[in-house]
Every structure is written in C-alpha cells, then in structure tokens.
C-alpha cells in the first residue's frame, strides 16, 4: 500500500510540476477533417513535399525558441518573457500584443473546428450515428452553442488553475493517442465501405440523387490513384477552384502550435531544459503522426 501511494504521489508530481512540453503537442483540431482535402486535392507526394516545407518553415522559429531558452534563466510569460528579455521591454510588448491576438485567432479556431468535428460525426448525417440514433442538431446557431459550451469549458480549467491544466493536458494527449492508434489499426483492418458525402456538397449532391464516396482500403491501385495531383473545387466556398497555395495553406493551419510548451514556461521544472526537449520531441511527434494519416 506504501509503495502504491508513493508511485501515485511521484506520478502527481511529475504532472503537476515536472512535466514537459512534449505534453503540449498542438494537434490541430481540424486536421483529421481536411487530411482527406488535402492528399484528394495535392496527392501524396505533393502532400509529403507540403509537410517539408512546413516543417523547415517550423524548424526556424523552434531554433529560434530553443537558443533564447537555453541562454540565459527562463521565468513565467512564456514568449512574452523570452522576447522581452531578448529584444527589450518596448518589442517585447508589441509582440506580446500581437501573439495575444494571435492565441485569441487560434483559439476560436481550434474550437470551431472541435465543433465541426463533432457535428461531423454525431450530427444528421454524422458516420457514427445509427439510423434512429439520437443526434447533435445541426444549424450555424446550434454550432454556434456548442462553440460557446467549448469555450466555457476552457474557462472553467482555467479558473481553477494549473494543477487542472496540467490534468486535462494529460487527458487530452491520452484521448489524440488513442484516435490515431484507432485510425492506424482502422486502416489495416477496415474493408471496402461507402463513406456519407455531406449533403451541403452541392458540386456532387443534388435534388434527385443521393452519392456516396466508396473507401477501398489498403490497395494499390487506390495508392497509385492518390500519389500525384489532381485539383478540383471546394464545395465550401462556393465552388472556387483549389491551387497548391490553397492546400499549403489549409495545411499549414494544422502545424501550428509550437508556441504551446514556451508558453508554460513557469509551470515548468527545468524550462531550459524542458522547452528545447519538449519542443522538438513535439515537432518530430506530430510531423510522424501526420505522414503516416496522410
């Protein structure tokens, strides 16, 4: 029983003041919604040369990151802090401004897309609804709501503090694991099934006909189908053409994020250690995660 509560005492320890940044690996909520877009519209191969670009563009601002946070002590204010004491007080607070707005953006975007996500799933025509299956209602008013519940919730773990913070990271890294292990093993086991084409695609739906998509599974041909480019049109703005800059940009969207460890920089133990680590284990993490859904 000692030992029990001394492993559960040093394991509250670690996630309460000894945890690292690789926790605070920014998946992008939306994502798992556009992976399908992108590799449809650029194909594979454009899509793995998009991710290098991406990456490489990342890879400076984490130096970056990396060599303020290892020079020199590293205290509370995440960025705002390292840019402050880097460039001075007077760039330091411009900055700051414009990340603040910058996480205020990102924030209603990762909700928003938390949202569509759900709706997606458990809405009208969502894939895991049953026929006769309670459903999410589906309106801009209602998504509106559920946006706004996303942000209460996010209000509530902020209110309460770190020690929450830190919890619900934990729960949320465990929760993104499991969905991509789930996604991997799908892939292997899952065979040929129709998948719901939403209804407000009108370049494919239309008054007289439903059309469904067909998901072949693990093939060949459907691999050498998918490897080169074909661009088509988005139904969801109104039918504009999509070029490689629109893809890049759609994907782009999901990389970002990096931000997320240097912000927590006086909950961290060791923040020059912790940050550079945490940092690039992320990066690395991510950019793994996202080759092998592509």
Not at 195 to 211: A, D, K, R, W
Not at 223 to 233: A, I, K, T, W
Not at 252 to 266: C, L, P, Q, W
Request: hydrophobic share 45%; proline share 3%; glycine share 12%.
């Amino acid at each position: 029983m000692f030992v029990v509560l001394h492993l559960s005492r040093l394991v509250k320890q670690y996630f309460t003041k000894c945890h690292t940044t690789s926790r605070s690996i920014s998946f992008s909520s939306f994502f798992k919604t556009i992976i399908g877009f992108i590799v449809g519209n650029a194909g594979l191969l454009v899509t793995l040369l998009q991710f290098g670009i991406a990456y490489g563009i990342l890879l400076f601002t984490v130096a970056s990151i990396c060599a303020i946070s290892t020079n020199g002590a590293v205290e509370g204010g995440g960025a705002y802090f390292m840019i402050s004491r880097t460039l001075g007080p007077e760039f330091g607070g411009s900055i700051g401004t414009l990340f603040f707005l910058a996480n205020l953006v990102s924030s209603a975007l990762y909700i928003v897309g938390c949202s569509e996500g759900l709706v997606e799933n458990f809405g009208p025509s969502g894939i895991m609804v049953r026929d006769g299956a309670l459903v999410l209602p589906d309106s801009p008013w209602w998504r509106f709501f559920y946006c706004s519940m996303l942000n209460v919730l996010n209000l509530l773990v902020c209110l309460i503090g770190a020690g929450m913070f830190a919890k619900t990271s934990v729960v949320i890294l465990a929760t993104v694991c499991v969905s991509l292990g789930s996604t991997v093993i799908s892939f292997i086991i899952q065979g040929p099934m129709e998948v719901v084409i939403p209804e407000g695609n009108e370049l494919v739906q239309n008054s007289t006909h439903h059309v469904n998509g067909s998901y072949t599974g693990l093939l060949a041909t459907t691999l050498q189908d998918n490897l080169y480019p074909d661009y088509g049109s988005d139904y969801t703005s109104n039918g504009s053409p999509v070029f490689f800059s629109t893809v890049f940009g759609v994907l782009f969207s999901g990389v970002t994020g990096i931000m997320a460890g240097a912000n927590m920089s006086g909950e961290l133990k060791d923040p020059a250690k912790n940050i550079p680590r945490g940092t690039l284990s992320a990066v690395g993490f991510t950019m793994v995660c996202y080759i092998v859904l592509s």
